[in-house]
Structures are given as C-alpha cells and as structure tokens.
Nanobody
C-alpha cells in the first residue's frame, strides 16, 4: 500500500505564493505519476497538475497554467506544487494523488489509486 502526506497549505493574500509538498511512503515503486487536485466548498474535485514520477512530462489545468509549477525531487522522494500569483478562486483543499499507470484521462479522479488527506489553501482578497 501507499500513503501520501501533503503539507504546505495556509492562509495567504492574493498575489502571494505557496509551495505544497507531497511525500509518498510504502510501495512507492508502484507509482507512475503524481498529480495535484483541489476541491473548493460545494464544488467537485478538480485536476490541477500532473507529473511523471521520474520527472519530465507535466500537464496543467488551464486555470493554473503560467502560475503553478509541479516538480519532483527524486532524492527527497517529494512532489511539489509551487503556486504563484495566488487568487481568491484558488482557495480549496489541495490533494495529492498517485497513479500506477500511464493515463490519458489523467484529469479524472477515478484514474488514481492513491490519495492524500489534503491540505487547506486559503487566499484572501
């Protein structure tokens, strides 16, 4: 089994930056790719960004392109989400997710095998 632990959330003002971290443990060799999703109150969980765990290929939701960057540090076994120029509409619980396979439907929550508990990001105007 795999456990994912997120950290780095908090309360910031519009225009500020935050960096989220996700550390997997357990049978981590089974993970092919890692993603970040977010869920705002009363809304469905939505895709934010994805990276192949070995690094390289990335995908982003249109709403965050140019502001957010997903990266991986294999030495630290950590996946990051650098969030710049934050907006109030970025307020949500951010979840880390792990996928055991290549997927073209990477934006769908059903494709993922592992989930973290989430970390709250609140952006005030």
């Amino acid at each position: 089994q795999v456990q994912l632990v997120e950290s780095g959330g908090g309360l910031v003002q519009a225009g500020d930056s935050l960096r989220l971290s996700c550390v997997p443990s357990g049978r981590t060799f089974s993970i092919y790719a890692m993603s970040w999703f977010r869920q705002a109150p009363g809304k469905e969980r939505e895709f934010v960004a994805r990276i192949r765990r070995s690094g390289g290929i990335t995908f982003y939701a249109d709403a965050v392109k140019g502001r957010f960057t997903i990266s991986t540090d294999t030495a630290k076994n950590t996946v990051y989400l650098q969030m710049n120029t934050l907006r109030p509409e970025d307020t949500a619980v951010y979840f880390c997710a792990g996928d055991r396979k290549y997927s073209r439907d990477y934006a769908h929550t059903g494709e993922y095998d592992y989930w973290g508990q989430g970390t709250q990001v609140t952006v005030s105007s």
